[in-house]
């Protein structure tokens, strides 16, 4: 029986893949075109590396889309790249209602995330924070100190794929009396599943990220269509069909 959901916060609640996708694209572009980085540097970054290295921190994502790119020039993408980003982007249609109903059904919920920036941009204007029991963003202790945007956020030095960044995760969990098995991750990466199958809790993927079909879950992610939600819209019914149990 599932009684905890990890929530990924990129791709399964905001619909910041292709604002993401777009704003690598302009800054590679621009970066290329006033002579900062040299173009044999930054190749046209193939679908695959992007669905390979994409729910890494920002910079590490970067750093292995790319390939070759020095530390140096590793940040003045990153630089570019949140001048470039939009500050704000969409939720996931049907996001909102959907997380409400979940919790009308009696589950805890919480948010794993990577992203290290914009939170409350993105959570406060709809008080999504109230729905979650926790979350918990990475942030590099070298850049200083990180601000918190609610009561139930907490901040880590780590981040998927390390097994480490479940470690506050576990410990609130066995709080509430609840065991790995009945915790599910919702997310729409492979590093998200290789987080997941770490530390041995259960994973469902979503097609609003970088692999966008259930077909390329199988191919890439070797899961079982059962296991891939075209949205986290049909999560509600997956759970009644098969986290009840």
């Known amino acids: 029986m599932i009684k905890l959901i990890i929530f990924d916060l990129d791709g399964p609640i905001l619909d910041s893949f292709e604002t993401a996708k777009t704003a690598i694209s302009k800054t590679r572009k621009n970066l290329i075109e006033s002579g900062t980085i040299a173009e044999n540097k930054l190749p046209q970054p193939t679908d695959d590396a992007i669905t390979k290295s994409w729910g ?3 910079d590490m994502t970067i750093a292995q889309m790319f390939g070759s ?4 020039e590793v940040k003045q993408f990153m630089a570019a790249w949140a001048s470039d980003e939009q500050n704000s982007v969409n939720l996931i249609n049907g996001a909102p ?3 409400d109903q979940l919790r009308k059904m009696g589950y805890y919920m919480g948010v794993l995330t990577s992203r290290a920036r914009n939170l409350g941009v993105h959570l406060s204007p709809l008080d999504l924070e109230k729905l979650f029991d926790f979350i918990q963003s990475w942030h ?5 100190e990180a601000r918190l945007i609610c009561k139930n956020h ?3 030095p780590c981040h998927k794929p390390d097994p480490l960044v479940f470690k506050k995760i576990f410990g609130w969990a066995e709080g509430k009396g609840v065991k790995k098995e009945e915790m599910v991750l919702i997310d729409d990466t492979l590093i998200g599943k290789k987080a ?3 530390v041995g809790i259960n994973f469902l993927g979503v097609c609003t990220g970088p692999l966008d079909s259930k077909e390329k879950w199988q191919q890439y992610g ?3 269509q059962k296991q891939v939600l075209s949205s986290i819209v049909e999560l509600p019914n ?4 098969h986290g009840r149990t």
Do not use: M, R, Y
Request: avoid cysteine; charged fraction near 25%; hydrophobic fraction near 35%.
């Open 140 to 144: 590099n202790p070298a850049l200083g």
């Open 238 to 241: 997956w759970l009644e069909e």
């Open 222 to 224: 070797k899961l079982d």
């Open 97 to 99: 209602e959907t997380l």
């Open 56 to 58: 890494l921190p920002g």
């Open 69 to 72: 790119l020095s530390q140096e």
């Open 196 to 198: 997941a199958e770490g």
């Open 154 to 156: 907490s901040i880590s």
